[in-house]
């Protein structure tokens, strides 16, 4: 399994190998990206991850990255190579047109045209052409793709035209948040300077707001947060607020929900896929909006402790285990293409 290290996919392929270690199955992970920090380092090594492997490159996604992606998909090789994987999972998609001797499953965890048109509001320019190509190699070369909404699959069936079977499975999560009563905050987590994020809208109306504002990740006044100090935000927070352009799930969100934080997100056709009724939803370019929903909040507390109650109903629903069951499905339909294909 390929993961790179910047985002959410690092957390998500734990938690995926972690689940599926429980159906006897061994995930060898190749990390690329930035250098693993030391929290990331005990992750893995309290991860069941068979073995581990990691590169420091830019990733495909990134300005000018195509001489990193060449030699990546060399070391990618050399590993298959020793390895012998009965299948390949590419989270990802220049990797899965490498010309592996296995079936390759295609995980959409994002892609950069449908974020320059949720965030930029344009289709991106003749700059990513190289980039649209690579992800229509790799999609052409997949047995199947999987979305972890179907919302992101729609988007990468009308940008690239797969042409392989795909199917969407929800991302899962568990974590123990520590046993605290809840205080009167709205938290945010994130990079500043993502703008699919739109941390940056909760900072505009902080001054207003009667609660505060604590926002936790790079660029932020907290900076980026620990693990375990994260857990503890979440755990005493009352509303977790996520108003972002583009996000085609939301871990932060679903940790939000297990920690029982009232949600307030972004409204957008994932966000609103996987959350329901379990959320409020605001208008990214609305700050007014925001600022009446989280003063709203604030001034009735039974509301929150409502919302919070649905959060945590839906979140506990995306275990890891229904997370893994998927991916087993989809795992058996790749390699018995392939036996009929070879």
Known sequence: MTADT??????????????LADSDVEVSLAAMGTPLDASQRADLRRSRVSRAYAETCALEWMDDPWRDVERMGEWLLEIAADLEPDLVHVNGYAHAALPWNAPVVVVGHSCVLSWHEAVRGRPAGPEWSLYRQAVRRGLAAASVLV????????????????PCPRTVVLNGRRCSFPRVAKEPFVLAAGRMWDEAKNVEALERVAPKLEWP???????????????????????????????????PFGLAAL???????????GDIPSLREVWGVAAVYVD???????????????????????LAARARERAA???PERMADGYLREYRRALTSHRVAA
């Open 6 to 19: 910047v985002g959410g996919v690092w957390t998500y392929a734990l938690e995926l190998a972690n689940a």
């Open 255 to 265: 940790e939000a929900g297990l920690a029982a934080c009232a949600l307030v997100l």
């Open 213 to 247: 504002v604590v926002v936790a990740g790079d660029g932020s006044r907290l900076g980026r947060v620990p693990r375990p100090a994260l857990d503890r935000l979440l755990a005493r927070a009352a509303v977790f607020a996520a108003p972002a352009r583009y996000e």
């Open 284 to 306: 990214p370019e609305d700050d007014e909006q925001l600022a009446r929903v989280l003063d709203g909040l604030a001034r009735d507390r039974d509301e929150v402790r409502r």
């Open 147 to 162: 979305a972890p909404t179907q919302a992101m699959l729609d988007e990468l069936v009308r940008l690239y035209e797969p």
């Open 317 to 319: 629903d995306l275990t």
